[in-house]
């Protein structure tokens, strides 16, 4: 029986030890803030209420930017976690800091952009664009200091106790400093190029997220400089020194034990004065410049729109400096010297103690097999009716299968398309690519079937952001080998995952079909929670023909039989949703709604969501990341509760499932509940038709992610986050849904009970 799932009361009291809320005007307009403090009394505030708040009311928004930043503190939180093996916390630390470089990449820039023009109004939440950036500046400060003090505190020394070794040049010993002379002369010097600021040479243009040094230069000899009883200031001189990034970023020196490193860049400035001859190098410090990175392609006007991306791709090099980042011990002068030629503002400058660029430092990890330094290696079940199948095809033929990934292989979902390639009465293929792989196993196997005499059609989507040149490249591959390559439709990014078999059986035709929540890439595959629906159903296949026809041709949106589809109907869908339950509520009948996902920011959902608790309805919500919507406030969400799971795997499913009876209605889906996905992506949401893979995302998936607190934190109406108590037995849901798979691949059915993990 699959019925859904019920979570502790609304607002779990914090524990002992949980930090002190952030206080309103640090995620809400002051207006917004104000407003949130006079809701009517309740477990909120306690307060008499002064006014009756509307479902318009800026205070019911959290402020998308300021929620992603909550987010973002999560992922570092995981780095702080001292249970965790050193180089899983090193990860965290990684993508704490390349999830803050996308950030500004994008949602800053795009502020900028909006304060610069002048614009003043704000999103549901009422906070302005110039207020946004202030928070958010005060906020990643903040964060910038917690990357340093994990570093500093515990990731460096935990490494140096394991014999690995980040030394300072100042600290090299006698050996290590000849042979760092000796490698800069040889392998790094004549990679170099000095390049001097002043008025004759002008402030260099330096690549988004580039490594750099900037010197701070004194005229004259090291040994006359020191001389002097007072430097000239009048004759400073200021230079940059651009870190190759063709070069390895750590470099080796000789240790008596273990290994000891050096930073490229460290090493570079330590011996910058062979770059100028005549001066003296008074000051060394490494920085690094983030840019506006977002592409500005104009669909309607463009003739040939993968020429077009292509010439914004070229200029987006030279967006506006939105970040500078420059090592925390940098002096003062240079500082303002380098913000001042990037034309930023004191609180867009970060001085940084960690590693600037810490992925690079994930090269330590490669090759050292020591296990107590890393998790458990994944290794991704098979069930045993796909591992025992001939043909992919015929077990899909015979039933619906669900993979949860990366618990459960991904290679189903390539050997799905590989076998289409080769079957030869397979006759067409059709397939969209998001995203995917360096050496994509999908390009190939299409490129293959195109060759071998297949109609093969692959929605491309070159405007998948920061992997346009990919994309491109990708494009051009499958054009050479005869497939029929398109871009989707003017102005929508086809973020949909699908891929349709059509093969002649006997005297007619059957298709088969493909629906994700995730990429059609078998990297991220292991790394994100996805799911993996295949189906030869006759509605859904008839729907996902029609879906291509209308992305190929000019096809008008069909009366869709079973997909719901965005921009054409999908948010009206999932609102008719959730006031379905509303009803059912308001009739006395029982109402549940459990939906998980990514983001959740429509405005107009998250009204619908405070309608339905306002009749009554129990809402489970699993958003990983920005929640926009408050839960806990008296009189329009008291029975929400706001869930986030962060652990080793990305969670990136979206499941959402209506209902409180046996049978509720399970949908999956690749869009979050987004504006942008509502009206400006082509989507796609399935329903779950098969009893039992309903029951198994009901009652195992769903189930055990509520159940989550080990890794789960849950929202407050203020917009901060925090860990569930532990009553009874800890319950880390991707540990248990790991070992569920596991389980379930040496047997024929799936495991009612499993032990908790200790």
Known sequence: MATLPHTAPAQAPAPPDAPAPVPLSAVASPGAAAAVQAVPAGPVTGEPPRRVLGLHDPSLFINRELSWLEFNQRVLEEAQDRSLPLFERLKFLAITSSNLDEFFMVRVAGLKQQAAAGVSEGAE??????????????????????????????????????????????????????????????????ALTPLAID??????????????????????????????????????????????????????????????????????????????????????????????????????????????????????????????????????????????????EPKDVYRVAQPLQPADLMELAVGDGRPELKVEPLVPAVPPLLQEAESTLAVVGAQDVLLQHPYESFEPVVRFIEEAADDPDVLAIKQTLYRTSGDSPFVRALSRAAENGKQVTVLVEIKARFDEANNIAWARRLEESGVHVVYGLIGLKTHC????????????????????????????????????????????????????????????????????????????????????EADRARRGEPARIVAKMNALVDPRVIRALYGASNAGVEIDLLVRGICCLRPGVP????????????????????????????????????????????????????????????????????????????????????????????????????????????????????????????
């Open 125 to 190: 939440d009422g906070m302005p664009p110039a207020e946004q950036i202030d928070a958010i500046s005060g906020r990643v400060h903040r964060m910038v200091e917690e990357l340093g003090a994990v570093w500093a505190g515990d990731i460096r020394p935990g490494l140096a106790a394991a014999g690995i070794q980040l030394v300072e040049p100042r600290d090299f010993n006698a050996e290590q400093r000849s042979a760092a002379r000796a490698h800069f002369a040889q392998k790094v010097f004549p």
């Open 199 to 344: 008025p004759g040479h002008p402030f260099p243009h330096l690549r988004n997220k580039s490594l750099n040094v900037a010197l701070l230069l004194q005229r004259g000899a090291p040994k006359a400089v020191r001389r002097r009883r007072k430097p000239d200031p009048q004759e400073h001189a200021y230079a940059v020194v651009q870190v190759p990034a063709v070069l390895p970023r750590l470099v080796r020196l000789p240790s008596a034990a273990g290994r000891t490193y050096v930073l490229l860049g460290r090493l570079i400035a330590s011996q910058a004065g062979d770059l100028f001859p005549g001066y003296t190098v008074l000051e060394a410090t490494a920085f690094r410049v983030t840019r506006n990175w977002d592409l500005s392609v104009d669909e309607e006007e463009s003739e040939d729109l993968l020429s077009a991306v292509q010439e914004e791709l070229r200029r987006r090099d030279r967006g506006a400096a939105v970040r500078l980042e420059v090592d925390s011990e940098a002096r003062e002068e240079l500082v303002q010297v380098l913000s001042r030629s990037l034309h930023l």
């Open 635 to 758: 009189g329009f969400s008291e029975t929400i509760r706001v869930t986030s799971v962060v652990d080793r795997f990305l969670e990136h499913a979206r499941l959402f499932a209506f209902g409180a009876g046996e049978k509720p209605e399970v949908f999956l889906s690749s869009a979050d509940w987004m504006p942008r996905n509502f009206l400006r992506r082509v989507e796609v949401m399935v329903p779950v038709e098969d009893d039992g893979l309903r029951r198994r995302l009901v009652d195992e998936i769903l189930r055990l992610e509520l159940r989550d607190n080990v890794k789960a934190r849950r929202l407050r109406p203020d917009g901060t986050y925090v860990r569930l108590p532990v009553s009874g037995a800890a319950c880390r849901s991707q540990e248990l849904l790991l070992e569920l798979a596991r389980a379930a691949a040496v047997s024929r059915e799936r495991p009612a009970q499993i032990r908790p993990v200790p």
């Open 497 to 580: 995952k699908v891929a349709l078999v059509v093969r002649r059986e006997g005297d007619g035709i059957r298709r088969y079909v493909h629906l994700g929540t995730g990429n059609y890439n078998p990297t991220t595959a292991r790394q994100y929670t996805d799911l993996s629906l295949f189906t030869a159903r006759a509605d859904i296949a008839d729907d996902s023909s029609a879906l291509f026809n209308m992305l190929t041709g000019y096809a008008e949106p069909p009366q869709w039989k079973k997909l719901s589809v965005a921009p054409f109907g999908l948010q009206d869908r999932v609102v008719s949703l959730i006031e379905r």
